[in-house]
């Protein structure tokens, strides 16, 4: 049996339970490394993790030590040879922070980017927040050079013109769901060539588009000319490594292995590691046999 969360009882997930098991340096530590294990086990060659800076006081753990305790692990990954996967990470903003906390995350992400950190994220429960504030910290981000991804339309609240115009106006180079989006921000995706990150089970189970696998915007994106990138919302929760995103994905819009290898290829255009990761992807697909 696949776990069963929608969209509201989703978020308080984490502040109930995740955060709760994982609240000093060991748990975190021990939780980054499995979350590598299972994903460099389940084929995965290229990575980018994103977390939210969080302090622990209790441990006396503040954001930078969060971020860094992670960092030591990616990279300590990296390094090791035998691994095939490469793996980075984004810091995020969540939707409930305030415009300060938002820029405390693009100084971390700024101080750490020699040490893995490629990008910004906006994410959390889509019922909150006012994106309008985050938008000094995102310019800024943007101004450095760090990668923007945000979490986008994934719900009718957090989908009004006003939020969607805002959004787009941070300049991301990727955008997570796209769900509730009308023709026109479609177009402007489109004509920019944003990159567009789907979660099949992801808004299939959490019951966020109406019908099931054959009726998910994939159908619609698939067919256009931005990067596509299939991605798991979270494993933990809804059950689903990529693998199994890509086989539900083989399944249900009839793709066969060829057509698989391509949509595996088709994000790196957009991934935020570097033309030297590009490069070694490119390499490695252009070994890939089906
Ligand atoms: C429906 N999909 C989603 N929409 C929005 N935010 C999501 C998400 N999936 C995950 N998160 C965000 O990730 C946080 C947990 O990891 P970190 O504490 O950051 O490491 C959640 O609190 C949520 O804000």
Redesign the pocket.
Known sequence: MLPEYD?NT??P???SY??KL?NDRYSIEYSTQAVLQDFQNDGVVYLE??????AVPEDGMTKRDYVQTILTILQNHNNNPENTMRVYLIL?V???NSASEADQVVDLALECQSAGVVGL?L????SKGDVRIFSGAFARAKTAGLKITL?FA?VEASATDGELETLLSFQPDRL??VIQVKDRFRDQIEKDKIGVEL?LS??VQ?K?ISGSYPDHHFGTWRHTSVPLALST??VG?FGSPLSREYYLASTHFGLDQDQLKALAERPIPSIFGGDGEKARLYKLFSQFRT
């Open positions: 969209i989703f978020f997930l984490f502040s995740t955060y994982c993790l994103r977390t939210t800076p969080r995020s969540d939707r409930r994220d994410c959390g429960d889509c979490h994934e997570g769901h979660c992801c808004n959490a966020m919302d979270d929760v």
